[in-house]
């Protein structure tokens, strides 16, 4: 494939709406438009193709790094498409690419479907606050409001360690810090350990994915500053447990002594299919750090959660399965979708006006 017949397909975003585009040999260019994948009309994608797009789009350095890892993320911009994520990896010892279109505005939170809460928690002066979700679930669209949010109220610093950049934020009250891992830094970990040295009050994490960046990221929420972060997790209960789970010993007990004290809140949420199939949905569990929680937390009585946050709405928060419920009620998804992605589908079927 030339690179105008990839200029061409890039192109094509807008008028698809799609969010992303899959290049795979073997199968046509696909398209995924409200979350279903649309395989374009023509003809199917050959090895040498991708590799030869593949061998454009990456410089010395990114494919020294992609022979050696096998898997590679960075960003591009595009004339037409804009902001785009580019993954690369490996399928029968080939290359294949996938194509995130990451949009040239933040949404308002009327539009993401977002919780009035989670304003106040972009607003704390310090701690922890945790987007979680699968892949695809829209954790960095998220995060990036967040960020605006911030970036709109404070005078103040901001700095984001990002594996790739995908929205770039114009400085406005705050400063506001992007540096991607691989152009700008190393690492994830060594890029967290020298952040604190460059007066930051706000720091946005890509993703916590090991000990050491959990670790750092804790004490930074202890020692004055407000980290936002993503990580892979279907719930808030098994993000927590998935944050000590990476400790043992004495260690695990002092995290678990940290993140009662520097947790300020957890959203973990998921893009569903809309009733009309036009658009997806967000559905969302929210956790707000009261002192209930911390208990909890310092407890390691996960268990309870379900509980607290279900007798905490008063506080804003919310189980998965009563958002599901709710969007049902509001005729914004199906019945059968509540049910599909309900933790207890029960408590969905048993309602009277679940019908």
């Not at 679930?137 to 709109?152: E, H, Q, S």
């Not at 009620?329 to 006006?353: E, G």
Request: negative net charge.
């Amino acid at each position: 494939m030339s690179t105008s017949n990839l200029d061409r397909l890039l192109s094509a975003v807008n008028e698809f709406d799609a969010s992303d585009l899959h290049l795979v040999a073997g199968v046509p260019p696909a398209f995924r438009v409200n979350g279903e994948i649309i395989i374009a009309d023509e003809d199917a994608l050959t090895e040498d193709e991708i590799t030869g797009m593949a061998d454009s789009l990456l410089n010395e350095q990114q494919k020294k790094k992609f022979e050696q890892e096998w898997e590679l993320c960075i960003s591009l911009l595009h004339s037409a498409a804009g902001r785009v994520r580019l993954t690369f990896y490996r399928r029968n010892g080939r290359p294949e690419m996938s194509f995130r279109f990451c949009g040239d505005k933040v949404a308002a939170r009327g539009e993401l479907g977002l919780p009035e809460k989670i304003d106040d928690l972009a607003r704390r002066p310090n701690g922890l606050v945790l987007v979680t979700g699968p892949t695809g679930a829209g954790k960095t669209t998220t995060l990036n409001y967040l960020v605006d949010l911030i970036n709109n109220e404070r005078r103040c610093k901001v700095v984001t360690i990002e594996d790739p950049i995908e929205f770039v934020h114009q400085n406005k009250r705050a400063i506001v810090v992007q540096q991607e891992v691989l152009t700008d830094v190393r690492s994830f970990n060594r890029a967290l350990i020298h952040v604190l040295r460059q007066d930051p009050d706000v720091i946005v994490i890509g993703e916590m994915r090991d000990h050491e960046a959990i670790a750092t990221a804790l004490t930074a929420a202890e020692t004055g500053h407000l980290v936002l972060a993503t990580m892979h997790s279907p719930n808030v209960s098994h993000a927590l447990e998935r944050i000590i789970g990476v400790f043992e010993g004495n260690a695990q007990r002092q995290i678990i002594l940290q993140l009662a004290n520097a947790l300020q809140g957890i959203l973990s949420q998921d893009l569903l299919p809309a009733a009309d199939r036009t658009r997806r949905v967000l559905a969302y569990e929210l956790l707000i750090a009261t002192g209930a929680v911390r208990n909890l937390i310092r407890e390691n009585q996960f268990h309870q959660l379900e509980n607290i946050i279900q007798t905490g709405r008063k506080e804003g928060m919310i189980l998965m399965d009563d958002c599901l419920y709710d969007l049902y009620c509001k005729c914004l998804i199906s019945y059968d979708t509540a049910v599909s992605r309900a933790r207890h589908p029960d408590r969905i079927r048993q309602n009277p006006q679940a019908t």
